[in-house]
């Protein structure tokens, strides 16, 4: 079969492969979509950094070289044995994060900060390729309402639905959502159907135009000298309840903090490459929560299926493009490199 195999710092190849055939346990799925996120641009150019490199992963016992791709949705084609609760045919989405199960995270439901954990396209195999194999268990069936399209940006719902749980949000409270990128446009529609009041920000016309599409409230523009005022203004004075950056930019995790009100939390969910700084004594003084957010757990994967089935979350609009397995990088990373930034999600087909 074809796959893209990274083999360290600007050296990804399109090669054939053998075919992974499931072990007890696990299923064989035939891939429909696997997104391009930023992270595996940065592991392409910067890393590896995030990819087990150095030592092999204390689950997996792999390392490079790695197949990446951790955004799937595929068709299961075969089944190991003991295997019961999916079957030739299901289209799945997947929970890439597996963890330990035995540690202290594990047992009390903090499964995102397993020292062990393997993620897909990191530690194991992952989706840009013909097939890959995962554990059964955590393959989630899509129901029929649900198209593979709308399905592969799953990831990054689960992402931005584990950041919205972790600021606690509750109906009627305010919400702003600093960067209209992906994650952000989907952590505002989580907060929405959690009931509460969005606003997004961002810099880009094209974010704030479609925020507005998908039922932002207000958009503002967080470039403008009075964005704070704005913000304020259509806050009744008091500044949001919460603001949630997914930006990830140099001053955004301080304007993040400035613009949440007396008392108000504050959710870091963007993977930040620049040191900033933030005035810990505005979060002292006015009791403001800073909490960080990372990856999602299982029950987050299950939120996102249906919530894309109800309707309350949109992923069509971020599908800016589908390509081929041997566009990854001419077409694919490129487009995701432009000064432009027109671009959220881009699916490959293998």
């Not at 891939?31 to 689950?59: M, Q, R, S, V, W």
């Not at 304020?232 to 001053?251: C, F, H, K, S, Y």
């Amino acid at each position: 079969m074809k796959a893209l195999v990274y083999h360290g710092n600007k050296d990804l190849r399109l090669q054939d492969v053998p075919e992974p055939e499931p072990g007890p346990g696990e299923v064989k799925l035939r891939i429909d979509y696997c997104g391009i996120c930023a992270t595996d641009i940065e592991e392409y150019l910067y890393g590896p950094k995030f990819i087990a490199h150095d030592t092999p992963n204390p689950i997996t016992g792999r390392m490079l070289p790695l197949t990446p791709g951790h955004e799937i949705t595929g068709a299961v084609v075969d089944m190991g044995q003991g295997v019961s609760n999916v079957g030739p045919g299901d289209r799945v989405v997947l929970n890439t994060v597996l963890t330990c199960g035995r540690c202290r995270h594990c047992a009390s439901g903090g499964e995102t900060m397993c020292a062990h954990m393997a993620v897909a396209g990191f530690d194991l195999d992952g989706g840009l390729a013909e097939y890959m194999v995962w554990r059964a268990d955590e393959a989630i069936k899509l129901p029929d309402e649900v198209s593979s399209e709308q399905a592969a940006p799953i990831e990054p719902t689960s992402v931005a639905i584990h950041a919205a749980r972790r600021a606690g949000v509750k109906p009627g409270e305010r919400v702003a959502v600093l960067g209209c990128g992906t994650v952000g446009l989907l952590a505002m529609q989580a907060v929405k159907a959690m009931g509460a009041e969005t606003i997004a920000l961002d810099r880009r016309e094209l974010s704030l135009d479609l925020a507005r599409k998908l039922g932002a409230g207000e958009a503002i523009d967080s470039s403008a000298p009075d964005a704070g005022d704005r913000l304020l203004e259509v806050t009744g004075g008091d500044g949001p309840d919460v603001v949630i950056d997914a930006a990830g930019g140099p001053q955004t995790p301080a304007l993040a903090v400035d613009w949440a009100r007396r008392g108000g939390r504050v959710v870091l969910v963007a993977i930040y490459t620049d040191e900033t700084t933030i005035d810990f004594n505005s979060v002292v003084s006015d009791e403001k929560r800073l909490v960080g957010s990372i990856a999602y757990e299982r029950r987050d994967v299950e939120d996102a299926v249906r919530l894309i089935a109800s309707g309350d979350i949109d992923t069509t609009p971020l599908i800016s493009d589908k390509i081929h397995l041997d566009e990854v990088i001419v077409r694919g990373f490129e487009r995701m490199l432009e000064p432009s930034k027109n671009v959220f999600r881009i699916l490959v087909s293998p």
